[in-house]
């Protein structure tokens, strides 16, 4: 019976990097003048993702994937609650924390028999009452405390926040760079970084932290599966990568293939080069334990990237804004799905989809009832990933620090507080550049979304007060 429980139900893996821009990974492309009045067609060329860009080939790529919140915490939320950040309270980077009232995917899992697994970035709450760590946790932040195995996950090993990407818990002594810095050699030159590793009994984790922290965290991600697989039990995992999240730090291995560039440059695009060889070895591993066939695989990133363009090394390809904006830069972000016993390899799609999906459409591929004891912002994709979709429909709404965004299909309504502007209307379809303001040749459309982005904050405000519970 065991055996065809765990068979005929997916596993389940959740992979999303840190501040990795639409434009940093090699699968995708966009349109960009040729000089002689025409169009050619670009990618980035620079940095080496060849297995993120086999899986691309081999499942379901998207071109409008988007993270529910252009900062890291609140977007995290959304993958396991299907709720934007406005309803749970996780406003923003390092505030708040899951409630306890939220339900998880971690938990409806753990219900279906399920193994579940959380490894690399939490960010949805501190991991320790007692030591100080990280950005928050330690005695003075008891209220936030909410760690991954009281949301649902069996197993853990997870920080609270950001870590350097090569040998996670060091940096180099009186070394105060935000940004990059070489791996330290001597252990005399190196001093604590200040944020552990944790595991699920609230124990730090300081064996097996050298080197590239992407392959630190796919190690005990594959030991998850590898027994949870002896054990004949299906598999819910999610691994967040820290890369490129600063400080970007890469071996000399990676750093070597990126030699004609910038240091900082070296170590942005060398870090993204070590995650994606983890993802690589991910992929041969599940094929090796005959899992591969019935696994969903899903990878994004959590927000665009860091720093000013031109500045920072990280790219958004022809998409305008950047980490912390609501402009398109900011919030779309590279997406992928592969599920060989489903998804036909090769596929593309332009319709909009956002990290709150992600919990409607694994409840719909098990069958499971949709929550409707509270909104749920996201939608099932299981139409989609089984070639049966033609649009969403349903508008993807956003809010974060003054700005709030009405994304559809086609049309997207923009506004910040800061620029005191009227609010913008994009055609995303022929400007996803977000070039030319639409409002006033469309004050109708602009009216009817404005009135439409207006009732859904009025939910999301209900929410906050606790109302759903």
């Not at 065991?2 to 990097?17: D, F, G, Q, R, W």
């Not at 067609?41 to 790529?61: C, D, F, H, Q, V």
């Not at 665009?304 to 363009?309: N, R």
């Amino acid at each position: 019976m065991e055996t065809c429980l765990a068979s005929n139900k997916p596993n389940i893996v959740l992979i999303m990097c840190d501040d990795l821009g639409w434009g940093d990974v090699g699968f995708n492309e966009w349109p960009v003048p040729d000089g002689h009045g025409g169009i050619q067609i670009e990618s980035n060329k620079i940095i080496r993702t060849p297995y993120l860009n086999a899986m691309a080939k081999e499942g379901l790529k998207f071109n409008r994937f988007y993270s529910a919140s252009p900062v890291c915490s609140p977007t995290r939320g959304s993958c396991i609650t299907g709720r934007h950040p406005y309803r749970y309270g996780i406003l923003y980077a390092n505030t708040g924390h899951m409630k306890t009232e939220e339900l998880t995917l971690a938990e409806l899992l753990k219900t279906k028999g399920y193994a579940t697994g959380h490894f690399g970035k939490w960010h949805l709450g501190t991991l320790t009452k007692k030591d100080k760590d990280a950005n928050r946790g330690g005695p003075k932040a008891k209220k936030h405390f909410s760690p991954p195995q009281l949301n649902g996950f069996d197993i853990c090993f997870s920080t609270e926040s950001k870590v350097p990407t090569w040998d996670p818990l060091i940096r180099p002594k009186g070394n105060s760079s935000r940004t990059w810095w070489d791996p330290v050699q001597e252990r005399k030159n190196e001093e604590a970084y200040g944020t552990a590793y944790w595991n699920e009994k609230s124990e730090k984790v300081t064996q097996n932290t050298k080197g590239a922290n992407s392959r630190i965290i796919m190690d005990r991600a594959i030991s998850f599966i590898q027994n949870a697989t002896e054990k004949n039990q299906p598999f819910f995992s999610i691994i967040w990568f820290h890369t490129p999240h600063l400080p970007v730090v890469a071996g000399p291995k990676y750093t070597k293939i990126y030699k004609n560039y910038s240091k900082y440059e070296q170590h942005y695009f060398g870090c993204i080069t070590a995650m994606d060889e983890q993802i690589g070895r991910l992929r041969s591993k599940l094929r090796d334990l005959n899992v591969a066939e019935n696994t969903v695989l899903f990878f994004t990133s959590d927000n665009g990237p860091e720093g000013q363009k031109g500045k920072a090394p990280g790219s958004t390809g022809y998409l305008n804004g950047r980490k912390r904006s609501l402009l398109e830069g900011g919030i779309r972000v590279p997406g992928l799905v592969e599920w060989p016993a489903k998804i036909k390899p090769g596929r593309k799609t332009d319709i909009p989809c956002v990290t709150s999906d992600y919990l409607p459409t694994i409840l719909d591929m098990l069958e499971i009832k949709p929550i409707t004891n509270r909104p749920i912002d996201g939608i099932s994709l299981l139409p989609l990933l089984k070639n049966k979709m033609t649009n969403r429909g349903k508008a993807i709404g956003f809010e974060s620090k003054g700005q709030t965004a009405w994304i559809g299909d086609r049309y997207k309504l923009y506004s910040s507080v800061k620029a005191r502007s009227e609010p913008q209307l994009f055609d995303l379809k022929t400007d996803p550049s977000e070039k030319k303001n639409l409002a006033k040749s469309k004050p109708i459309l602009v009216k009817r979304l404005a009135k439409e982005l207006a009732a859904w904050r009025s939910s999301c405000k209900l929410s906050a007060m606790g109302k759903d519970y």
